[in-house]
């Protein structure tokens, strides 16, 4: 069980370390500024209805009530330990798990904490708005219920870093409460966390792609060799399904809606489904794009030494290793990445530790896919024949063999000018998106009701009806 007795509640038996009990109850007032500034706006007095987390138990792991997310009580809970665990893969592979931080590893492993780290909180604030046009009270307490909870997913990564890294960890600890994402001066670490989520769809279609970056990411961590970084990611897993709910329903209920409308009304071209207030598929296509190309550009360079380091070492896994039936250590394998050969992409073998990165990326892409065809299911039950689809791995790619080309969703290559010629066609313009905000303007607070443009979720939070008062506004 969790200690909710005390100012940080825990499983880690805080109290027994003073020295990092104070460290972080020192670090505690300027998260809460943090959370004042760049949290949900306006959202202090609201009372939600929101989980918290009770035990790290996979069943019955957390229970509902209101509460006003100031006092939301963010903690620090680590799956418990495996007294037996080893390290699964690297050089290391069958030496007992660390329970320190092996000091020639040290500098490297800060960085992947702090890396992952950074994420949480610049979610928090891309996502800050979205609360004054939410589509429903459903869709409001969800969109809160996941920003305190990538709250919770800092404290866990700024627990490793006070616990395990001293002075330099306490330092870092600080850093990731003042950048800020998208700022010019002092922005987030990665790319897609710097772009703006200005609307509803761009939120779902974030927690749909890049909350499951999250969750392989946090795979590949939670097969780490140092051992207290595993239990953190285990747990911040379970906390990150229902993120991915979020996002995948919600996308499907936008379809649900415009479907409907379309089938309602006879219309099909988009201009004609836009009139009727609801969003076109083509546009629901474009945000995909959008969305896919800047998360897999997360997962890194499809050649990389830094990721033959991580697994080497022992930092890193990949995704279920130790469901995978080979070596672990990988040293005279191959995989194969793309690359662009003149006007042509071609596959290439590489040793199989530099492609690690890759490796992951299609082992997401592999779970995107099912998403995409579940999202299709909606449409063709509706007898409508469009069909949403992945665009091509190097399309729209900043990062990787890919950077710098000009590839369709189709996947040919292109020049510069003749991709520009169809970029409105493949990415949403200003006006699209000038378009799905006209639709949010406003929020839907009647409890039960919901925005023109998107169908009711099948069933409530926790056994709930849909017109459940899920935030209650003061
Ligand atoms: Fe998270
Ligand atoms: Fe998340």
Wanted: proline content about 5%; overall charge negative.
């Amino acid at each position: 069980m969790i200690d909710y007795t005390e100012k940080i509640p825990n499983n880690v038996d805080l109290g027994r370390d003073r020295v990092l009990q104070r460290a972080l109850e020192h670090w505690q007032p300027a998260y809460m500024s943090w959370w004042y500034d760049a949290g949900p706006t306006e959202s202090h007095n609201y009372e939600v209805y929101l989980r918290t987390a009770i035990t790290v138990e996979p069943d019955g792991w957390a229970k509902f009530g209101y509460v006003r997310m100031p006092e939301y009580r963010w903690g620090i809970f680590l799956q418990p330990r495996n007294a037996g665990r080893a390290i699964n893969f690297g050089t290391h592979r069958g030496d007992p798990a660390w329970q320190e931080v092996p000091g020639e590893y040290r500098s490297t492993l800060r960085r992947v904490i702090v890396t992952q780290g950074d994420t949480e909180p610049a979610s928090v604030e891309q996502q800050r708005m979205l609360g004054m046009c939410c589509p429903s009270l459903y869709d409001l307490r969800n969109i809160f219920q996941v920003n305190v909870e990538e709250g919770r997913h800092l404290w866990a990564m700024v627990y490793l870093l006070h616990r395990y890294f001293g002075r330099d960890g306490r330092e870092e600890a600080e850093a990731l409460l003042e950048r800020r994402s998208g700022d010019v001066d002092n922005p987030r670490i990665l790319g897609a966390f710097n772009e703006p989520t200005p609307d509803w769809l761009a939120f779902y279609m974030f927690t749909f792609f890049t909350d499951r970056d999250g969750k392989f990411q946090l795979s590949a961590l939670a097969e780490s060799g140092f051992d207290p970084l595993a239990r953190t990611c285990r747990f911040m897993l379970t906390e990150e399904a229902h993120h991915m709910f979020v996002g995948e329903t919600g996308v499907s209920r936008i379809l649900q809606r415009t479907c409907e409308v379309m089938r309602e009304h006879k219309v099909e071209t988009p201009g004609d489904v836009r009139a009727l207030g609801v969003i076109d598929l083509e546009t629901m296509q474009k945000y995909l794009n959008f969305h896919y190309s800047v998360t897999i550009d997360l997962f890194g360079s499809d050649a990389s030494s830094n990721a033959a380091t991580y697994y080497t070492t022992g930092l890193k896994g990949r995704y279920d290793e130790t469901k995978i039936a080979d070596d672990h250590v990988l040293a005279d394998e191959v995989y194969p990445v793309f690359e662009v050969v003149g006007n042509k992409i071609v596959e290439r073998k590489v040793p199989a530790l530099t492609a690690l990165n890759e490796r992951l990326r299609d082992d997401y892409i592999h779970e995107i896919q099912a998403g995409v065809d579940r999202w299709n299911r909606v449409i063709e039950n509706a007898g409508i024949s469009f069909r949403l689809r992945l665009p091509h791995k190097g399309f729209h790619r900043a990062i990787g063999n890919f950077a710098g080309h000009f590839i369709s969703p189709d996947g040919e290559v292109l020049t510069k000018e003749a991709w520009q010629n169809h970029e409105r066609d493949w990415l949403s313009a200003p006006e699209d998106h000038a378009f799905v905000q006209s639709l949010m303007t406003g929020r839907v607070v009647d409890p039960g009701k919901f925005a023109n443009w998107i169908a009711p979720p099948i069933r409530g939070i926790n056994g709930q009806p849909l017109n459940f008062e899920y935030v209650r506004f003061n």
